[in-house]
């Protein structure tokens, strides 16, 4: 589903960056506002988007310069990078032939980070690059001072994150082939009404090796905008992404209808509204703050918020990075360290219906597809509040141009009516106290549109020193065609591998899983991870009327495999990140703990395909020693990959993770059993976890707080008259 979306909206953003690279005489791209409308993706209006390139409300971007070490590639590094690639050998030879995965900022090492503060000349840049050359993947690091470049050694599988023109031309590809256009014809769909999504293959064995593949589905876009909804249920084309050729077309169900287009319409503007009024509408409702927010954002990139302090960045393939978090000690008033860096590393999104048309569909979003390329532009007001401020991305694209990626995140402060904390005396004291405090936290937010489904990623900072990652799905269910219109048609033993949704379509049962890199550093580097076992002790019979109570009992993993955990309610641990060489008054080490929400563990076979190339998610918690390459958890070539370089493989090799720099992964999983009312665009469903301070704080951090008061807040004459 979601790698469906991704491919989607992939496909519109290559058909959107084709589209500017071809008509901007500009170096750099702006994103359009408007996509989803104005990109149709039928196929008779070639070139048919009109992109209308908007200026960027803050900036162009084009004179920016980094002043962090973190800060992303500017776009005259993108360029500069750009002439060095394109002049060094071989590629000087071809400068045609060259694609460019991805050119990122190569971060300095961890230490010079640490070392570094504002004042100070910022550490060399660096760029690292990811190309593919007549058919081979090249690794490069690129020195700016020198202009020099490196090779990088490269994994033994896989292949680079498809880029946006991969996507774009895969669509494309199969209309080359006049069985394929007969096939379209023989199933009642005019050519002009054909949309179609980039699916990437998976891997399944020695014939899904040595070139890359992909496969095309399409449907039909008569009479909807919810294309999705409208499967040509069955047909599958195999593609090679390189040289385009189909390498063969597979229609196993020609006789399964194509669903009816109405119903499927999700836009405001186009929807029926006459009906609307069963439910009286609510009140506009928005968030005020007549003095502006609380936080600034210095150099574009530096966030600084009731007392924390991190970087933010847009990042192609993670989506988000947060780095350097520090949080000031209320008591002190130090800055102390929390996190290095954090962000979402890979996502696993497998189907469950193993046959011909669905079985490949295991979709890996940030490594295959780009989390943050796919990243659209925020919706004011409605993505994010009236108070939201938006940073913009800037990426390079396929022939190493930078384009701007308008509003990509946005950054604001939340107030939901939530409590920090609150006591009230009950009148048998006779102290009548009444002591509450209002919850206001700051939220750094990205949503991913990977082609059919959305994905919301929170970093949300609290007061009291706790940090939610927050993820939400919504967009449009990846669904399947078939002949019922009902249940009572379905027969007793038929497997649906989903629920009938509407008539002729199934939304087909599929898992989500997102994977966390979390670099913890609390109050320094090395740290130690610590499972607080709870366990029941029984009571010996004579020293208490009770049989048994709850035991904590502390136990330091030190090694990789005693920090491999799966979730279990009856064996349940705290997952605690401690510094063992900082203690608290009274002596607790330091900490912060990771405390998982709502989540769920992969049920495929470990030796299933998808999941080797999964690996990462058989645990939800790993921890490994801090590693500058270990970063993307299904490895750094994730498409084809084999599953030779996951997480998994690192965290065998049991290496010694106590009293050292550390990294927790977290992975949060969710099983999708599609229902009617994820039918024809699906409520966002949320689940987070949380990195809480543990015996971090001397005690609660937000004691000090103050109230809220009347006299401080707006004036709002229409409350006021409700
Ligand atoms: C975006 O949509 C709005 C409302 O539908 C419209 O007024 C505006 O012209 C559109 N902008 C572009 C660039 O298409
Ligand atoms: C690239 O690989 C394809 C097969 O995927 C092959 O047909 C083509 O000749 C190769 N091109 C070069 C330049 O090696
Ligand atoms: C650039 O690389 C070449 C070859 O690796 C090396 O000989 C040269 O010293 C490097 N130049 C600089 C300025 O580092
Ligand atoms: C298939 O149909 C498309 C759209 O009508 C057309 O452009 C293309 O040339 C056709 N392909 C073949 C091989 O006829
Ligand atoms: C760092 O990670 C890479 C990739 O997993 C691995 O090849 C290398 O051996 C690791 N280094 C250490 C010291 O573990």
């Known amino acids: 589903m979601e790698p469906r979306s991704l491919l989607r909206l992939l496909f519109l953003l290559l058909a959107a960056l084709v589209l500017l690279l071809i008509h901007s005489t500009r170096s750099y791209l702006h994103d359009l506002p408007n996509s989803s409308s104005t990109l149709r993706p039928v196929l008779n209006s070639r070139p048919r988007p009109t992109i209308t390139t908007t200026v960027s409300s803050q900036s162009s971007h084009e004179s920016d310069v980094p002043h962090h070490p973190l800060d992303p590639l500017t776009i005259q590094e993108i360029n500069t990078a750009r002439s060095i690639i394109l002049s060094y050998h071989p590629f000087s030879s071809s400068p045609s032939s060259l694609i460019i995965h991805s050119l990122v900022l190569q971060e300095p090492d961890k230490p010079v980070v640490l070392s570094w503060h504002p004042g100070l000349p910022l550490p060399p840049r660096h760029a690292s690059t990811i190309i593919r050359f007549l058919n081979s993947s090249y690794s490069l690091t690129i020195d700016f001072s020198t202009k020099n470049i490196t090779s990088n050694p490269l994994p033994s599988s896989g292949y680079p994150t498809m880029t946006i023109e991969d996507m774009n031309s895969a669509c494309w590809a199969p209309l080359s082939d006049s069985n394929f256009n007969a096939t379209i014809l023989g199933r009642g769909v005019r050519l002009s009404d054909l949309a179609c999504l980039p699916i990437s293959s998976g891997w399944f064995g020695p014939q899904d090796e040595h070139r890359r593949l992909i496969k095309v589905q399409c449907y039909s ?48 503007d186009s929807l029926s509204l006459k009906d609307n009024h069963k439910t009286k509408p609510l009140n506009p409702i928005s968030l005020e703050q007549p003095a502006g927010p609380s936080f ?114 946005c950054l604001f402060e939340s107030y939901g009516g939530d409590i920090g904390w609150r006591h009230s005396e009950s009148p048998i004291t006779g102290m009548g106290i009444r002591e509450a405090r209002p919850k206001v936290t700051l939220v750094a937010r990205m949503a991913a549109s990977v082609a059919n489904y959305d994905y919301i990623v929170d970093w949300e900072f609290q007061t009291d020193g706790l940090i939610r990652v927050k993820a939400g799905l919504s967009g449009i269910l990846m669904v399947k065609g078939t002949p019922y219109v009902n249940m009572n048609q379905v027969p007793k033993n038929e497997e649906m591998y989903g629920t009938l949704l509407s008539e002729n379509v199934v939304g087909v049962i599929h898992d989500h899983y997102i994977t966390f890199h979390l670099d913890m550093d609390v109050d320094g580097s090395e740290n130690s991870f610590v499972k607080v076992k709870l366990e029941r002790e029984e009571t010996d019979q004579k020293e208490s009327p ?120 977290y992975t949060l999983g969710f099983h999708h059993v599609p229902c009617q009312e994820d039918f024809p665009i699906m409520p966002t469903v949320y689940s987070s976890f949380d990195l809480k301070p543990v015996n971090f704080f001397e005690y609660n951090p937000i004691l000090k707080s103050p109230p809220n008061l009347e006299k401080d807040l707006p004036i709002c004459n229409a409350a006021a008259s409700a």
């Not at 499967?231 to 063969?248: A, C, F, N, S, W």
């Not at 933010?312 to 000690?329: E, F, I, N």
């Open 546 to 665: 009770r049989v048994s109570y709850l035991k904590a009992t502390r136990h330091v993993a030190k090694s990789e495999k005693e920090a491999q955990v799966k979730l279990n309610l009856y064996q349940p641990s705290e997952l605690h990140v401690v510094n063992p060489s900082k203690l608290t008054r009274v002596g607790n080490p330091v900490g912060y703990k990771l405390v998982p929400a709502g989540t769920a563990a992969t049920l495929m076979d470990p030796q299933d395909p998808p999941q080797l190339r999964a690996a990462f998610t058989n645990n939800q918690l790993w921890v490994t020693p801090y590693n500058k390459s270990e970063e993307w958890a299904g490895g750094v070539f994730v498409y084809q990959s084999k599953g030779e370089d996951t997480l998994a493989v690192w965290s065998d090799r049991d290496r010694s993770i106590e009293n050292k720099d550390i990294v927790l992964w």
């Open 221 to 268: 876009a008569e009479g909807t905008a919810n294309f999705y909804m409208r499967p040509i249920e069955g047909l599958t084309v195999l593609l090679d992404l390189d040289t385009k050729q189909v390498v063969h077309i597979s229609d196993v169900s020609p006789d399964i209808p194509i669903p009816k287009s109405s119903g499927t319409e999700y836009r405001f």
């Open 296 to 409: 600034e954002i210095e150099n574009g990139h530096v966030v600084r918020w009731a007392g924390w302090e991190f970087h933010l960045k847009p990042d192609p393939r993670a989506g988000v990075v947060v780095s350097a978090v520090r949080v000031t000690d209320p008591e002190t008033g130090e800055k102390r360290r929390v996190m290095y860096k954090g962000f979402t590393s890979e996502l696993f999104v497998p189907y469950m219906d193993p046959t011909d048309a669905w079985y490949f569909k295991t979709y890996m979003d940030a490594g295959e597809y780009g989390f943050g390329l796919q990243a659209m532009p925020l919706v004011p007001l409605n993505d994010c509040p009236r108070n939201a401020k938006y940073m913009d991305g800037v990426f390079a694209a396929a022939d190493g141009r930078p384009y701007v990626r308008q509003n990509m995140v």
